[in-house]
Structure formats: C-alpha cells, structure tokens
C-alpha cells in the first residue's frame, strides 16, 4: 500500500474566488491526461462568489481511485494567497512543498474588524517543515500583461518543479484559455518558468 502511495502525487491549488484556481486544476489534470496519468479532480467551491475559499484537490499517478486527499498526505499546495496556504497546511504531508503567491486578501472577518489579517504567515509555514517557495507572482503577471494571469505564472512555476515537457503545458493552456486571453497567458507561463 505504501508503494502505491509514492505512485501516487496529490497537490492541493488552494485561493479564494475568481483567483482562477478551477482554471488551474484543469490545466494541470489536461497535462497529466498528456502523460497518460490517471488523474483525479475533486473541486469545493465555497462562497467563491463573495470572495471565499476555493480548494481543488488533483491526484495523479499510474492508478488513482479517490479524488480526495486526506489531511497530512499532500504532497504539494499551490496557493493563490499568503493565508489560503497557512489554513490548508495541515492537509500537506511532512516535508511536503508549498508554492505560495505572496499575495494578502483579506478575509470577511478582517474586512468587518472581527478579526485581524495573521502576521508572519511565509515564516509559519517555513517552521512546519515545508519547503516553501514565495513569489509575486502578480508583479509578474503585471510584466507578462495582465496581472488576473498570476494563477499562470505559478502554473509556470509549477512546470519547473514537476517537470513534464513545455509542450504539454502549453498545449494544455491552448485548451482550456480562451483565445483573446493566450498569448499573455503564454508570457505568464514562461514569467513563471524563469522564476528561481
């Protein structure tokens, strides 16, 4: 079973409404698809629409049967923003990798005063253990054309560190973004694979 388990890469893309995290998932199962993965897509959408949490869990390998991820096996989170990473750390294994958007949207409860915005968020996750990589990745999108692309530049960033060839990637975007929106997304795409 543990075998199986290490056959198996389960990423959590993690943001808040409108930040293009279904968009992602989708690209990145289309890449995998390409591969001849076996993949699996499970998307909670919560109040996306008022600004809410958005969470797609994408499981890939030889053989998948379940698209959830149990709390404490992912492998990898890639978070839109700063605090969307600290609230689903608890689903990343040990060890695991978190690519997070240096971004701060504030929340409902912070809007309203109820609560205040966390501070040190990238230092907390550094101290679970994670392996964290930190970008702006929207002063890149800004760069590319377009700052609602910064959801590419991570996918781009992404790209670097599961590998798999550019084609598959770029064929997967030619896919799933509309025309009028490809070629930026196509500079954001490489904006983020020339990140370090």
């Known amino acids: 079973m543990n075998k ?36 699996k897509i499970s998307e909670i959408h919560g109040m996306a629409q008022r600004g809410g949490s958005v969470v797609s869990q994408v499981r890939f390998g030889e ?23 600290l609230r689903y750390l608890p689903w990343l294994k040990k060890g695991g990798v978190v690519i997070v958007n240096d971004q701060r949207i504030d929340p409902m409860p912070v809007i309203t005063g109820n609560s205040a915005y966390p501070q040190g968020i990238v230092r907390k996750i550094e101290e679970s253990g994670a392996s964290v990589i930190c970008v702006d990745a929207l002063a890149k999108a800004r760069e590319a054309g377009n700052a609602k692309s910064f959801n590419v530049v991570l996918l781009g960033l992404l790209s670097r560190h599961l590998g798999f060839e550019d084609e598959l990637w770029l ?14 997304n196509l500079a954001a795409f490489r904006a983020g694979k020339s990140l370090v």
């Open 171 to 184: 064929e997967a975007l030619r896919q799933w973004v509309a025309p009028s929106l490809l070629e930026v």
């Open 63 to 85: 053989c998948v049967h379940s698209p959830i991820i149990i709390p404490g096996t992912a492998d990898i989170i890639l978070a839109f923003e700063r605090l969307e990473a």
């Open 4 to 39: 199986a388990k290490k056959e198996i890469t389960d990423m959590l893309i993690v943001g808040v409404g409108g930040q293009g995290a279904i968009l992602t998932s989708r690209v990145i199962g289309h890449v995998m698809q390409g591969k001849g993965l076996d993949v």
